[in-house]
């Protein structure tokens, strides 16, 4: 079966920096997706990865490893606001994107 | 965990056609449902909040009389896209908002082609 997998919660201090894993089992691969989704909001895009290696986008870094099935976004100089659900997912060979749970994290300050 | 489940997972048709795209909440009921579009690798869109038993409310710029929404039940809410065109082709996500719980979950996702 395809499944994404990640901790569902995280707890991270004001101005630290926290890296939130993904790994995946799909049925091909077309790309794979972080999302940050505050409470009650839809969610917002962060980044696409779908070469090896890493992105870099201000504050927020996306890591991919196609070959053992493993994502990471890293969050750096963390804020109150990165308070929120960070979701995975995975476009599979149908298109079709296949889901985490998302990673409830918590910063303190 | 709950699930949410959309069909058909990919479609294709022809310019002037009509596609009815479903979203399922499987085992909870959902009061309220969205609809989204994407384009590769850019944001999900809200397209429009889809409530039961009443009309849906559209995001600007979403043509309501383009893209269909019927919420006629508690587990069920349709997209329709009418007399669809080559640029309506794009991947079309729901989810469904458990109305116990208030937690959000997202179906699979629908690839629409317009040829």
């Known amino acids: 079966g395809q499944n994404i997998d990640q901790p569902t919660e995280m707890t991270a201090t004001e101005g630290a920096i926290v890296q939130i894993n993904c790994t995946y089992q799909t049925s091909g691969f077309n790309g794979l997706f972080w999302y940050q989704q505050h409470a009650g909001e839809a969610p917002t895009f962060l980044s696409y990865n779908v070469l090896d290696g890493l992105e870099e986008k201000g504050r927020f870094s996306s890591f991919l490893s196609r070959s053992k099935g493993y994502s990471y976004l890293l969050l750096k100089e963390l804020q109150m606001k990165d308070s929120a659900s960070y979701l995975c997912?995975?476009?599979?060979?149908?298109?079709?994107?296949?889901w985490g749970a998302g990673t409830k994290l918590i910063i303190k300050p | 965990g709950a699930v949410v489940s959309q069909h058909p997972s990919r479609v294709i048709c022809k310019s002037g056609t009509s596609v009815k795209i479903e979203c399922r909440s499987l085992d909870f009921q959902a009061t309220t449902m969205f609809w989204y579009r994407q384009f590769p690798k850019q944001s999900l869109m809200l397209m429009a909040t889809?409530?039961?038993?009443?009309?849906?409310?559209?995001e600007q710029g979403v043509e309501k009389d383009k893209f269909l929404i019927n919420h006629a039940s508690l587990t069920l809410s349709t997209l329709t896209v009418t007399s669809a065109h080559p640029e309506d082709s794009s991947f079309y996500i729901c989810s469904a908002r458990d109305s116990d719980a208030g937690e959000l979950f997202f179906g699979e996702g629908s690839r629409l082609t317009v040829l």
């Open positions: 997912a995975v476009m599979d060979s149908n298109y079709q994107l296949i």
């Open positions: 889809s409530n039961e038993g009443s009309k849906a409310t559209y």
